[in-house]
């Protein structure tokens, strides 16, 4: 079984801890990556963190996911989390199982946060504990619930 752990990153996430800190908190990307690495080391995973603002780029890298055989992805969609059937469309189209992911827990945020097309083909969801549940849906991973 593949060690290799993909984190996905949507739009606005390279702005953590400038952007709503009372929402995100303060903790960088860079600062969660920092703690995924190390996490996974002791996991005995490999991780790649990318973040990207652009749609297509997150379906590309669930394409390559699944042409890599990476053991599972994780994904924190940002705001196409309620927008975008592309992602839950090539989400649907790979093997790979992917772990949703959020900072904040959107059901308790604006109506239109409430609906989660990642969630529909997510193997798992985080949400809510902050840059905890990065690491969470990283240890679930380990631990075979995916």
């Given at each position: 079984?593949?060690?290799?752990?993909?984190?996905?990153?949507?739009?606005?996430?390279?702005?953590?801890?400038?952007?709503?800190?009372?929402?995100?908190?303060?903790?960088t990307?860079?600062?969660?990556?920092?703690?995924?690495?190390?996490?996974?080391?002791?996991?005995?995973?490999?991780?790649?963190?990318?973040?990207?603002?652009?749609?297509?780029?997150?379906?590309?890298?669930?394409?390559?996911?699944q042409?890599?055989?990476?053991?599972?992805?994780?994904?924190?969609?940002?705001?196409?989390?309620?927008?975008?059937?592309?992602?839950?469309?090539?989400?649907?189209?790979?093997?790979?199982?992917?772990?949703?992911?959020?900072?904040?827990?959107?059901?308790?945020r604006?109506?239109?946060?409430?609906?989660?097309?990642?969630?529909?083909?997510?193997?798992?969801?985080?949400?809510?504990?902050?840059?905890?549940?990065?690491?969470?849906?990283?240890?679930?991973?380990?631990?075979?619930?995916?």
């Amino acid at each position: 079984m593949s060690k290799s752990v993909l984190i996905l990153n949507g739009p606005n996430l390279n702005l953590l801890g400038l952007r709503e800190p009372e929402i995100y908190g303060s903790v960088t990307l860079d600062e969660i990556a920092g703690m995924l690495e190390d996490r996974a080391r002791e996991l005995d995973l490999e991780i790649d963190m990318r973040q990207t603002n652009h749609e297509g780029m997150l379906v590309d890298w669930l394409h390559e996911a699944q042409a890599k055989g990476v053991r599972a992805v994780l994904l924190n969609a940002g705001a196409y989390t309620h927008t975008s059937i592309a992602l839950l469309d090539a989400i649907r189209a790979i093997r790979t199982p992917v772990v949703e992911v959020h900072l904040s827990d959107p059901k308790t945020r604006e109506n239109f946060r409430h609906t989660s097309y990642i969630g529909m083909a997510a193997a798992l969801t985080f949400e809510g504990h902050g840059a905890d549940s990065y690491r969470m849906a990283l240890e679930a991973v380990a631990a075979g619930q995916v």
